[in-house]
């Protein structure tokens, strides 16, 4: 019961401490990249190691900023460490012009032609011209893509952060 109450209190805390990370006014530029025929919208904060963070089916690239705000209260030089890229999913939020095919995951290999989101995000990391391993966190679906991305590009990947995914 005694390490209940002290999660429950850390949980309490985190949360308040969230509420107020409104307040920190992180610095991101909104960017349009057009990959594969559609244009992904994203955010792009810091510049330092990047870390690309995936949304979850029902969401979009809005819900990662109150963790980067929190991030940033904790640690103001972090932007420096590394630079966070938030995409909006290929038919999610901002990103236009992706058609239904778009929504598989993994690549169809009896339809080579056909997109999916993890071609996509290749594609898309490719357009940034990123060089160095990326870190990717994901949520709920998010999750998913980047594990199905790492079995494809494991040499492009340096961290994964699971964030409530299946």
């Known amino acids: ?3 209940f109450f002290k999660y429950f209190f850390i949980l309490i805390n985190l ?6 990370s409104n307040y920190i006014n992180a610095e991101y530029l909104e960017k349009t990249i057009s990959v594969d025929n559609g244009d992904i919208k994203y955010y792009q904060i810091g510049t330092g190691d990047p ?8 969401a979009n690239k809005e819900q990662w900023l ?5 991030l940033i209260m904790i640690n103001p030089n972090i932007t420096k460490e590394f630079q966070f890229i938030i995409p ?4 999610y939020g901002g990103s236009t012009n992706y058609p ?3 929504y598989k995951l993994d690549v169809d290999y009896s339809n080579k ?6 071609e996509i995000i290749h594609d898309f990391i490719e357009k940034l011209d990123i060089k160095s391993q990326i870190n990717i966190a994901g949520n709920s679906m998010g999750g998913l893509i980047m594990t199905l991305y790492t079995m494809h ?3 492009q990947v340096k961290s994964l952060a699971y964030i409530g995914s299946p």
């Not at 870390?51 to 029902?58: K, N, P, S, T």
Request: charged letters at 20%.
């Open 15 to 20: 949360c308040c401490t969230l509420s107020y």
């Open 51 to 58: 870390v690309l963070m995936l949304h979850g089916m029902f």
């Open 88 to 91: 909006d999913l290929a038919g």
């Open 113 to 118: 032609n056909s997109l999916n989101k993890v």
């Open 100 to 102: 239904i095919k778009v």
């Open 1 to 3: 019961m005694k390490l």
């Open 66 to 70: 109150d963790l980067v705000k929190y």
């Open 153 to 155: 590009y494991p040499k």
